[in-house]
């Protein structure tokens, strides 16, 4: 038992830790062992270095599916300069301080930006999370934003049974009489769209925050994103992919979250009011 | 990165049904239904190839991630205009200028920022933000061509085209910019304010 209790969290840091490391060519010639970095598929990660002509894989062999498999594999290379090509032939073990960012750049938005095997899986799945909540969300923040009267039409200030906020339809077809809901937009294919466009705010942060974050950029990115629908579609005039109130509003949502997480990472030493702050906040 | 690649393939079978928009905008004319998202396939097609170029010529290789985005910038640049393009060559045009911006952007700016540790976002910001910006000035353009001389193959009850100048194209992705720089910069304080979270 004693043993179980000490080796486990031993083993299971030694995997983390493993995880951790990019897929780099860096990374892979000082820490993976001589075996694995003969395998055929190490040797898609070869460069020489402009100064010393040498390969930054010591022992390769070449297969022919290596230069099949070659052009996938470029993705994980990542920009170098001579003094860490030089760093990689003394193995020296320099650990690059941003190495998890690296990982997390290549990640978000589901399987399309799952471009690692760590945060893959985690792509997907806060991408389920955010639509899980923006399809129970969503319909709230459209009866708020439609009774300030943006969408240019009586609103009826109580819910019931005959009214419009009783029904919520798949989609906002213009068939739909104009006391349902769905005539406003209260409908699920809206909340899709809001979901993806949270999606793609959260794809900035993906890797870098954690479920606390997401839901506080659910909570009011929905709001926006409904007010940001409603002005547009309404008032200003036609947006049929959603290219404006989905992913301009999305990306320059996620542009700004991102340039938040990234003053907090650099800031690790907080004042006493931050301190203070800190504690409310979770 | 395999998973990208399904990704990537699942986006190019189902990005187009989002502008099927049979909601507000089937009344339009008669082959705005099928017109826009076969504008978007166009578009994603030319996308894929204008950053594949961009990739080669930066980097002297190709990059998975290059295509992948670049199929996505080019839908989210035609996306906007695609009721008012009339001719398939705009939206190839349109995907390639996006494509090749979106891989300039990712192979230059991108990764001198990587390169020095100042990473902000881990997707790219250019892919949604720049792109939208870019679909705006390109659907503004569309649609002034389509008022000056396509205008009569649009409903005349359709108000698309009729009630709203090309000039609401940029004034929507301007409001669109403003509202998620703002709302992001009232998540991202409260974000501020928390600690991480590990477990």
Request: hydrophobic share 40%; net charge positive.
């Amino acid at each position: 038992m004693i043993l179980q209790r000490s080796l486990l969290p031993v083993i299971f840091i030694v995997i983390l830790n493993y995880s951790d490391e990019p897929l780099s060519s860096r990374n892979l010639c000082q820490t993976v062992p001589h075996q694995r970095r003969c395998s055929s598929r190490r040797t898609a990660f070869r460069v020489r270095c402009p100064q010393t002509q040498k390969s930054n894989l010591r022992h390769h062999h070449d297969h022919h599916s290596d230069r099949i498999l070659l052009p996938l594999w470029f993705p994980f290379l990542h920009p170098r300069t001579a003094d860490q090509c030089h760093l990689y032939h003394h193995h020296h073990r320099i650990r690059y301080p941003h190495s998890r960012r690296y990982l997390s750049e290549y990640s978000g938005f589901g399987l399309v930006f799952g471009y690692t095997k760590r945060l893959a899986w985690s792509g997907i799945g806060f991408n389920l999370f955010i639509t899980a909540f923006c399809l129970e969300f969503y319909p709230l923040i459209n009866d708020f934003w439609t009774k300030t009267g943006i969408q240019r039409d009586n609103v009826q200030l109580d819910f019931g049974y005959s009214n419009r906020y009783y029904n919520l339809y798949l989609s906002n077809r213009e068939t739909t009489p104009a006391g349902t809901a769905t005539a406003y937009g209260n409908c699920i294919a809206n909340a899709m769209k809001a979901a993806l466009s949270m999606a793609v705010a959260f794809s900035s942060v993906l890797g870098r925050a954690g479920q606390l974050e997401c839901l506080i950029i659910n909570i009011i990115g929905v709001i926006g994103f409904e007010l940001n629908r409603q002005i547009i579609q309404e008032r200003i005039g036609s947006d049929s992919f959603g290219t404006f109130f989905i992913f301009t509003y999305g990306g320059f949502m996620g542009l700004v979250l991102g340039l938040f997480c990234y003053f907090r990472e650099r800031k690790p030493e907080y004042t006493i009011k931050e301190q203070s702050l800190r504690k409310y906040n979770g | 990165m395999l998973f990208s690649l399904l990704g990537a393939l699942f986006i190019f079978a189902l990005f187009p049904f989002l502008a099927y928009e049979i909601d507000a905008y089937i009344f339009q004319n008669k082959f705005s239904t099928y017109v826009s998202p076969l504008m978007l396939i166009l578009a994603m097609g030319a996308g894929i190839i204008g950053s594949l170029c961009s990739s080669l010529l930066f980097n002297g290789y190709l990059i998975v991630r290059d295509g992948t985005h670049g199929l996505i910038a080019g839908a989210i640049a035609v996306g906007s205009g695609s009721l008012y393009i009339v001719n398939p060559t705009y939206a190839l045009i349109t995907g390639f200028i996006a494509g090749v911006i979106q891989g300039i952007i990712q192979n230059s700016l991108e990764r001198y920022g990587i390169s020095r540790g100042y990473i902000f976002s881990t997707v790219s910001w250019s892919l949604f933000a720049i792109q939208g910006f870019i679909g705006g000035c390109f659907s503004a353009g569309w649609k002034r061509l389509a008022n000056d001389k396509y205008s009569y193959i649009f409903s005349s009850t359709g108000s698309v085209l009729k009630n709203y100048g090309e000039q609401y194209q940029f004034y929507a992705m301007l409001v669109s910019a403003g509202m998620g720089i703002g709302f992001g910069l009232l998540a991202g304080a409260i974000i501020y304010l928390t600690n991480f979270q590990y477990s």
